[in-house]
Nanobody
Framework: QVQLVESGGGLVQAGDSLRLSCAAS????????MGWFRQAPGKEREFVAA????????YYADSVKGRATISRDNAKNTVYLQMNSLEPEDTAVYYC?????????????????WGQGTQVTVSS
């Protein structure tokens, strides 16, 4: 079992950058593929980015490709999401998720554990 705690959200202006962090408990963090999802008010939770256990493979949603970078530090049990050139459309609660012994996935149902989320608000 793993517990996930996101941080780094906040209120920013369009064009700004943010780095979100997700700290995981447990000794087997490197066994998990990790993903970031987001949910805007009135919308379904959508995929943002994912990274495999070794950080050799990453995958991004088209909406953030070129503006987002997912990374991980297995020694610190932490996964990051760097978001640049933020747009008001990026406003959402951002969640990290863990997928045990799996390949990276863009599907919500592919993940076993979820954090509580961190709010990102981008003003125009």
């Amino acid at each position: 079992q793993v517990q996930l705690v996101e941080s780094g959200g906040g209120l920013v202006q369009a064009g700004d950058s943010l780095r979100l962090s997700c700290a995981a408990s447990g000794r087997t963090f490197s066994s998990y593929a990790m993903g970031w999802f987001r949910q805007a008010p009135g919308k379904e939770r959508e995929f943002v980015a994912a990274i495999n256990w070794s950080a050799e493979a990453t995958y991004y949603a088209d909406s953030v490709k070129g503006r987002a970078t997912i990374s991980r530090d297995n020694a610190k049990n932490t996964v990051y999401l760097q978001m640049n050139s933020l747009e008001p459309e990026d406003t959402a609660v951002y969640y990290c998720a863990a997928r045990f012994l799996g390949f990276i996935s863009a599907e919500r149902t592919g993940y076993d554990y979820w954090g509580q989320g961190t709010q990102v608000t981008v003003s125009s």
